[in-house]
């Protein structure tokens, strides 16, 4: 890999912050800029406001009045991978708060976002392997389920932080409130056998 094109792969997006706000929400988001590509840009910043109105959507109680407050954070932002989360705070007054957070990663190249499921090789059997390694450490963390553990999903949440893949649960998915989010944290050199080559988990394992 030639000097430019390693000191283009490395370079991080520019980020900015915007607020969304309503009588009842307050939700700070960001939005990319600055890419030479406007279309790409346009992309992200799409499905990035598109996923921030969903995760309003998810805290709001239709019976009675929601107070929202949401925020974001940037997990990775090199190697032309943007993976973000978005966290959504449902205050209904009274009864316990309600949180819900959701994710998108990008391939800042392409605009494109990906499913847990298109980071991985056809027949790699990853659904058994990171459920093995989620449950080892249930376990091991003893968090208490609320059922039998049924494993983790094709397009279950996820996100990237520098060279592990982070996947999480959302309240009630399989623990109880008390728990909070769980979050489990999978080394992508540990499944690096079974990730699709150049794909953006297998980019976060190049030295450059």
């Known amino acids: 890999m030639g000097k430019n094109m390693s000191a283009e792969?490395?370079?991080?997006?520019?980020?900015?912050?915007?607020?969304?706000?309503?009588?009842?929400?307050?939700?700070?988001y960001p939005?990319?800029?600055?890419?030479s590509d406007l279309i790409i840009q346009q992309k992200i910043n799409?499905?990035?406001?598109?996923?921030?109105?969903?995760?309003v959507s998810e805290v709001i109680n239709p019976y009675s009045t929601t107070y929202v407050t949401g925020f974001y954070e940037i997990k990775t932002n090199e190697r032309n991978v943007l993976s973000i989360t978005?966290?959504?705070?449902?205050?209904?007054?009274?009864?316990h708060p309600f949180t819900v957070v959701r994710s998108v990663s990008f391939d800042v190249k392409t605009g494109d976002y990906y499913k847990l499921y298109q980071l991985f090789k056809p027949n790699s059997h990853y659904i058994e392997k990171l459920?093995?390694?989620?449950?080892k450490?249930?376990?091991?963390?003893?968090?208490?389920?609320?059922?039998?553990?049924?494993?983790?999903?094709?397009?279950?949440?996820?996100?990237?932080?520098?060279?592990?893949?982070?996947?999480?649960?959302?309240?009630?998915?399989?623990?109880?409130?008390y728990v909070g989010l769980p979050y489990f944290s999978i080394p992508i050199y540990n499944?690096?056998?079974i990730i699709i080559k150049d794909s953006i988990l297998d980019r976060m394992l190049y030295y450059l």
């Open 191 to 193: 499944i690096s056998d």
């Open 86 to 95: 978005l966290s959504a705070l449902g205050d209904f007054g009274g009864a």
């Open 137 to 177: 450490q249930i376990k091991e963390r003893e968090i208490p389920l609320l059922g039998e553990f049924k494993g983790v999903r094709m397009d279950q949440d996820y996100y990237i932080a520098d060279k592990t893949l982070i996947i999480y649960f959302q309240l009630y998915e399989i623990s109880p409130y």
């Open 46 to 55: 799409y499905k990035i406001t598109s996923l921030m109105l969903q995760v």
């Open 131 to 135: 459920s093995e390694m989620v449950y």
């Open 9 to 28: 792969f490395k370079k991080p997006v520019s980020v900015h912050t915007l607020h969304y706000v309503t009588p009842n929400i307050s939700f700070y």
């Open 31 to 35: 939005m990319v800029y600055g890419l």
